[in-house]
C-alpha cells in the first residue's frame, strides 16, 4: 500500500509539473497597445438563468487553464442551505460590461463547480472565499482567450506589495453604469486595513485576505474577479487575489482579496490532480 501511494504521490507530482510547464508557457501575456482591457482577456462573465429564462450576472473569473476558472465561492452559495444553488449557470469571455451577450456563452452546471469544504458563508464573514469551475471535456473557451499566470510554485512573497513599486489591476465598475473599468488599487498592509474600515466591515477582513486601496474613486471590485500583480522580470501578469467585498472610508474605497497563496495546495489539488 505505501508503494501504491508514493507512486501515486510521484505521478501526480510529475503530471502536475507537466501542465505548470505547458500553462505558463502561454500565461499573463497582453497586448502593450492596449492598456485598458489589459486584463479582460483572461477575465470571464458568470451570469445565473433566473425564473425568466433570463441571465443576470452575478461575478467574474479568471481563467488559470483552458479547463478551469477560478472565482468567488460566494457567487454560488445559498446561505440557507449551505451549499451551491441549483442553476444553471453561463459564463462568457472577455466582455467589457456586465450586460448579458450571448456570444461564446458556456453553460455550467452545479455539479461543475467547486468551494471549499471550509467556506461558511457570512457565519464565517467569508472566510475561504474560493471557487473552482471546471468545465467538462467536450467544452472550450473561445480560441482567442487567454490565462493569467499563477505562482504555482508558491514563490511569490506579499511583503514585495509593501513599497507599492509593483503595478496591481483589478477588475471594477461604477454604479453608473454597467461598463468594466481596470484600476489600480495600492496595497494597504493588514493591520492599517483593519484600523482603516468601520466597525461593521472589519470582521470581514479574515485571516487569508488581503487589502488593497483606491483614493478618490468609487469604484466597486468585481466579485470573484481578480487581483494581478505585474512581473516585470517576465514582463507578465500574475493572478494574486480573489476580489471579495468593497467599502469606502473617508473618501477612500477599500477592496479585500482572497489571497490565492492561502489556498494554493485547495487549487491545485482540485483544478488539475484528477488522477
Known sequence: MCIYQNTRSALIGLIFQILIVHLHAE????????????????????????????????????????????????????????????????LTVGQKSKDWNSSNEHKILSNNILIANQYK??????????????????????????????YWDNDFVESTLETNLIPLKVI??????????????????YDVCQNSVSNTFRPFVTFDKMCGQLDGSHAI????????????????WYLIGVACETTISDSKTFMTFMKLQSHLNWISNNAFLDV
Open 221 to 236: 471590485s468585481s466579485l470573484g474577479g481578480g487581483l494581478f500583480a505585474l512581473n516585470r522580470a517576465k514582463s507578465r
Open 121 to 150: 458563508g457570512k457565519k464565517n464573514n467569508y472566510a475561504y472565499n474560493i471557487a473552482l469551475i471546471k468545465l467538462d471535456s467536450n467544452q472550450k473557451l473561445n480560441a482567442n482567450m487567454k490565462m493569467a499566470c499563477v
Open 27 to 90: 500565461c499573463g501575456l497582453v497586448d502593450p497597445h492596449n492598456n485598458q482591457n489589459s486584463i479582460l482577456p483572461w477575465t470571464v462573465n458568470i451570469y445565473y438563468q433566473n425564473e425568466n429564462n433570463d441571465y443576470s450576472f452575478i461575478c467574474s473569473g479568471t481563467i488559470i487553464s483552458p479547463k478551469v476558472i477560478i472565482t468567488a465561492a460566494r457567487c454560488f452559495y445559498d446561505e440557507a442551505a449551505h451549499n451551491i444553488k441549483n442553476y444553471t449557470y453561463v
Open 172 to 189: 471594477s465598475w461604477l454604479n453608473t453604469n454597467n461598463a468594466f473599468i481596470v484600476v489600480s488599487p495600492t496595497y494597504v498592509d
